[in-house]
């Protein structure tokens, strides 16, 4: 198949999941075009893989230069240069109405059916908004496959916008052999890690509040990989708490897995998550996760069996789970080899990658 792949290419989950999966498609013999704003992160130099940039015209009169308009035409123009089968966008603004336009712009010519993968914000916030709202569960409906990465995104999906749309839940995955844990770990220092892009909603000061109670009983240090917003500020805690030592801001890095490989515990203390990538990325590399009970998270994570489950701010309840894993090896180890287990037994690309394959199929066929 000919397939188009819209994501935000240089920030957060969405666009992990998209080049990950343009990535995997390739592998498996698809044309694979990117069509964003600037080269995906973690695209590998792939000559298989083509890029194509949209540029987005400023002129005075602008405001706000159209970004949506230029990316519309860009979708239309390579599908028609490369007889594109269908266009999959993920994050549902703006890109699912980029792609209406340029499915309707090509319909005297070529079908172009779209999918719209669902990931999280653009349903539970910015979608919510009234600005956006109507827009967003029209080109919801519009779509000719819709796609969520979990089943609570799937229900919430249905309950704030009422689509009455089928919307199939795929789960995020993992590519198991690039993930995975370390052969023999290192004695020494036990480790905490925290991967995200620092936004409000990671609650990212909570981590450092963690630590800094974790440490009150157990030898610990936590490395933060990641940038943001609230960088500065979990900087400025980790000093007041007295614990800068013993914490590493590692800033954005491309070798997630072999970070991954040095931890203990992953700590995902989210305000809210669909998903929760960065926990699954971590499971699969068998490191244990404590997270919060939020959104899709316990679709991914056990309690007590692959991970920790704990209230949003409860950050004793959730240091409490650290000083058990960090204080127990065998048990961290027990924890360790269920995460990797689940991660491979239900996530791996080898079942999820093939039902966005089918879902291209019926889309195409539908016409
Ligand atoms: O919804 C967002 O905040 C954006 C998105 C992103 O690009 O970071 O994150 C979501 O998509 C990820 C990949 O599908 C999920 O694993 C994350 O749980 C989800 N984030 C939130 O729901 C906050």
């Known amino acids: 198949m000919r397939i188009g792949i819209t994501c935000y290419p240089t920030y957060g989950g969405s666009g992990i999941v998209a080049t990950e999966l343009g990535l995997e498609l390739a592998n498996r013999g698809h044309q694979i075009h990117?069509?964003?704003y600037?080269?995906?992160?973690?695209?590998?130099?792939?000559p298989d893989i083509l890029y194509h940039e949209v540029e987005v015209m400023n002129y005075p009169l602008f405001q706000y230069p159209p970004y949506s308009l230029a990316l519309a035409s860009r979708m239309a123009e390579v599908a028609a240069a490369h007889s594109l089968d269908l266009l999959h966008v993920h994050y549902a603004i703006p890109h699912s109405v980029s792609a209406m336009l340029a499915r309707g712009m090509l319909a005297g010519t070529r079908r172009l059916p779209f999918v719209t993968t669902l990931h999280g914000t653009d349903i539970t916030l910015v979608g919510m908004d009234r600005s956006y709202f109507p827009i967003t569960k029209y080109s919801i409906e519009q779509s000719d496959g819709v796609t969520s990465i979990s089943e609570n995104l799937r229900r919430q999906t249905i309950e704030t916008f009422g689509v009455t749309k089928p919307i199939e839940v795929i789960?995020?995955?993992?590519?198991?052999s690039l993930y995975s844990p370390a052969v023999e770990r290192k004695p020494g220092c036990k480790r905490i890690v925290h991967v995200s892009n620092f936004r409000p909603v990671k609650r990212v000061?909570?981590?450092?509040?963690?630590?800094?109670?974790a440490r009150r009983s157990v030898e610990c240090e936590l490395w933060m990989v990641g940038d943001g917003p609230d960088r500065g500020a979990a900087e400025?805690?980790?000093h007041e708490l007295g614990v800068i030592d013993s914490v590493r801001f590692l800033g954005k890095?491309?070798?997630i897995p072999a970070l991954l490989r040095e931890a203990h515990v992953l700590l995902m203390p989210s305000e809210m998550e669909s998903f929760g990538l960065a926990a699954l990325e971590g499971m699969a590399s068998g490191v244990v996760p404590v997270a919060t009970r939020v959104g899709g998270v316990p679709e991914l994570i056990a309690e007590g069996v692959s991970g920790f489950l704990c209230d949003v701010g409860d950050v004793d309840?959730?240091?409490?789970?650290?000083?058990?894993l960090l204080g127990d090896c065998a048990r961290c180890e027990t924890m360790a080899a269920a995460a990797r287990r689940e991660a491979v037994e239900r996530f791996s690309t080898d079942l999820i990658i093939p039902r966005y394959e089918a879902m291209y199929r019926r889309v195409m066929e539908a016409g």
């Open 38 to 46: 600037a080269n995906p992160i973690r695209l590998s130099e792939r």
């Open 253 to 255: 890095r491309n070798d």
């Open 236 to 238: 400025r805690l980790a």
């Open 34 to 36: 990117f069509i964003t």
């Open 171 to 176: 789960h995020n995955f993992i590519n198991a």
């Open 205 to 213: 000061l909570d981590c450092i509040r963690i630590h800094a109670i």
């Open 317 to 324: 309840g959730q240091a409490a789970r650290v000083v058990e």
